[in-house]
Each structure stands twice: as C-alpha cells, then as structure tokens.
C-alpha cells in the first residue's frame, strides 16, 4: 500500500511523513511536493506534485492507495487547487482521501472555512471513499508571537473571552498518521482540537509566569490587530486572515470539547505550557 502526503516539506506535512514512518515501511510513504530537492531530507520516495499545474497530477499519483491532501496555503485559490487534486485522484484510481480541513467546517465564523467546506463537498461528490481532518487551531499560531509580546511588554490580538482549545502541530500530524496507517476512518469526519482551552487573557498570563515578567493581554479590534500586523510586514491578506480568524475565536469557532486528537492518538494533547516553553526557548 502506498501513501501519498502532499506538501510533505511544509510544517504539518514534515511531521506527519515523521510520524508515518514509525507506523509503516518508509517505502510505502511518498511525499507530494512542489520542489522535490527540498523533500531530499525525508527518506522516502519524492514525486512533483504542484496544485496550481493540474495536468501533472494524475501522473504524480499512479500507484498512491491513501492521499493525505494537505490544504494548500493560497488563500482565496485554495478550492480550485483542491478541486484539481480530487479530480486527479479520482482519475489516478486513489482509494481512500483524507483532507485536513477547519473545525466546524460545516458552520464555523472563520472566514476561512468557507474554502475548506467547498472542498469537503467535491471530496464527497467525488465518490471517493474520504477522511475529514477537520483540524482546530494549531497552539503555535499564538505562541510563535510569545518573544515578540514579551519584548513589546504586551500579547495582543482581538479574540476577547474566546476560548481556543489548540493543539500542537504535532498531535494534528499524528493524528493523521493514525488515520492513514489504520483501518476503521472510512467516511468519518473527526473535530480535532486540543484537550484544554484556554482564553488569550490566560495565553498572556501563562507568559508572564513563564517569564517572570508581566505581559498583559490588550484586546483590540478587528481592525486595529490587522493594522498592527501590517505595520509588521505582514502581508495584507494574512494580516486580515489572522485578525478575522481572532474575531471568529471570540465567537467559539475555535472551540470544542469532544477530545477526538486525544482519543485518536490515544495520549492527552501537548499542554499550552508545553509549546509556549519551546517557543520560548
């Protein structure tokens, strides 16, 4: 059996292939990537495999049982993306496709599910027999700015009481591995988010415990967090993502109680305290 990982060089996709590799032979992963000279590294079979030129595709994913599509990165032309790559699977005779997608998908206030949800409607109408990750907030999208608040004596952002129940990427990627490795996930679709929530007011106390030094949380507006993270090179488009995703935290997108990562990997979710530590570090 064969297992394709496309964007196996990026963050998520570098861990999953990690963790496939201590659950299968590393002959039977291969990795989908735009530039196979990056893939050198990950010890198994390489093949091109770029969303944005459908016509390679197909070749690409001969032979591939289990896809593991990892949502690309362009925003706005994520679902066309998406879409190539169902159609080529289905083309290419791939048996089972597992997407990672956004919690809630279905009816979440991010802005960004709406890309995700399309996809999981052309992955069901593909036909194809299907795994829906549908993945929550990865803690390190908030303790990546842990260094920065403490040196700016401030954590901001514009989720208010929110409660963020993240993970780290690390239990999202084993928690696909699992599901690529194993039998039993056919036509399920898992809510994956982490076993304790928290609030960023409590993100920012945790800080200044870890630190010794107090980082307050100041909540801002949409508006106001977006123009910051312009202000720091940010491109546009990430910067408005991030502070939507914020204002869609405020209203429980990023919440959800029923500890499918933990129950899947059968171990607890990587504590908060945990990744602000390594981020720290």
């Known amino acids: 059996m064969k297992i394709g990982v496309t964007g196996a060089t990026g963050q998520l996709g570098r861990l999953v292939v990690e963790k496939l590799k201590q659950k299968v032979a590393a002959d039977s992963v291969v990795a989908l990537v735009r530039n196979p000279e990056k893939a050198a590294d990950l010890g198994v079979e390489t093949r091109p495999f770029d969303y944005t030129q459908p016509e390679t595709l197909v070749t690409s994913l001969k032979g591939i049982d289990k896809l593991l599509l990892i949502s690309g990165n362009e925003i706005g032309q994520r679902l066309p993306q998406h879409k190539a790559v169902v159609e080529a699977a289905k083309q290419a005779g791939v048996k089972q496709i597992t997407y990672t997608s956004i919690l809630h998908a279905d009816s979440s206030p991010l802005g960004l599910a709406g890309e995700h949800w399309g996809t999981e409607v052309a992955i069901k109408e593909s036909g194809l027999t299907y795994t829906i990750l549908r993945n929550g907030w990865y803690t390190e999208n908030y303790t990546g700015s842990a260094k920065g608040a403490v040196g700016a004596g401030a ?94 935290a405020s209203k429980g997108g990023l919440f959800d109680d029923t500890k499918q990562i933990s129950a899947l990997i059968g171990r607890p979710t990587t504590p908060l305290a945990k990744v602000l530590a390594e981020a720290l570090a």
């Open 155 to 248: 954590f901001i952002g514009n989720a208010g009481d929110g409660k963020i129940a993240s993970a780290a990427r690390v239990d999202y990627a084993e928690a696909a591995a699992v599901v690529l490795a194993g039998e039993g996930h056919e036509n399920k679709t898992y809510e994956l988010a982490g076993d304790e929530a928290y609030t960023l007011t409590e993100l920012a106390a945790e800080i200044s415990r870890q630190t010794g030094k107090t980082v307050p949380y100041n909540n801002l507006t949409e508006t106001q967090y977006a123009d910051i993270l312009k202000s720091f090179g940010l491109p546009v488009g990430l910067a408005e993502m991030l502070a939507d995703s914020d204002t869609g």
